[in-house]
């Protein structure tokens, strides 16, 4: 799965510099010089970092081959994506990266199936975006006494919902 950690912005100066803006939670990990990162559209890429360094409180991120301002303009809107695969497991037992637990098949602490987990929002609370087996979104939020287990390996999530909360869509 690739993941966008980044997208490019306008260009920055008359040697190729643009701005990132930056959708990792590891930057200095992500953007060092001689990172080679994907692209979106993929004709434009892989594109190699040559230089980062911040400047008014964003990235600027300077690629091979890319050495005066018309060469980082067409550059601007390109996503920068690199492979889940290429992500180290986080050392927190309790903590994953969303490409971990999307995909993952959902149930109760009694082994009914819900469905499976489709996305995760973030805002205030972590919020896991399950799909129902009967097709409607289930939102539960993602708290040890909701999600009690996760299991990568085995594909799985048991929740513990309290009553009501898997049954919200009959109210629309």
Same mark, same amino acid.
């Given at each position: 799965?690739?993941?966008?950690?980044? +997208?490019?912005?306008?260009?920055?100066?008359?040697? /190729?510099?643009? $701005?990132?803006?930056? =959708?990792?939670?590891?930057?200095?990990?992500? &953007?060092? !010089?001689?990172?080679?990162?994907?692209?979106?559209?993929?004709?434009? *890429?892989?594109?190699?970092?040559?230089?980062? =360094? +911040?400047?008014? *409180?964003?990235?600027?991120?300077? &690629?091979?081959?890319?050495?005066? =301002? #018309?060469?980082?303009?067409?550059? +601007?809107?390109? $996503?920068?994506?690199?492979?889940?695969? !290429?992500?180290?497991?986080? #050392?927190?037992?309790?903590? &994953?990266?969303? @490409?971990?637990?999307? *995909?993952?098949?959902?149930?109760?602490?009694? *082994?009914?199936?819900?469905?499976?987990?489709?996305?995760?929002?973030?805002?205030?609370?972590?919020?896991?975006?399950?799909? $129902?087996?009967?097709?409607?979104?289930?939102?539960?939020? &993602?708290?040890?006494?909701?999600?009690?287990?996760?299991?990568?390996?085995?594909? =799985?999530?048991?929740?513990?919902?309290?009553? /009501?909360?898997?049954?919200? @869509?009959?109210?629309?």
């Amino acid at each position: 799965m690739r993941l966008v950690v980044g +997208r490019i912005g306008r260009a920055h100066g008359i040697r /190729g510099d643009v $701005a990132v803006d930056v =959708r990792t939670d590891d930057p200095d990990a992500r &953007f060092v !010089d001689g990172a080679v990162l994907n692209t979106d559209p993929e004709s434009v *890429g892989p594109l190699t970092i040559v230089s980062t =360094r +911040r400047h008014s *409180g964003r990235l600027l991120v300077r &690629f091979k081959g890319k050495a005066d =301002r #018309d060469a980082a303009e067409a550059l +601007r809107g390109t $996503a920068l994506l690199v492979d889940s695969e !290429d992500i180290a497991p986080l #050392d927190d037992p309790d903590e &994953f990266h969303d @490409h971990e637990l999307i *995909g993952l098949t959902a149930v109760t602490t009694d *082994g009914t199936a819900i469905g499976r987990v489709d996305d995760i929002l973030h805002y205030a609370q972590d919020v896991l975006v399950i799909t $129902a087996e009967a097709g409607h979104e289930v939102l539960v939020p &993602f708290v040890a006494p909701l999600v009690p287990e996760v299991d990568v390996a085995a594909g =799985r999530i048991t929740l513990d919902p309290p009553p /009501g909360l898997l049954d919200l @869509h009959t109210n629309d």
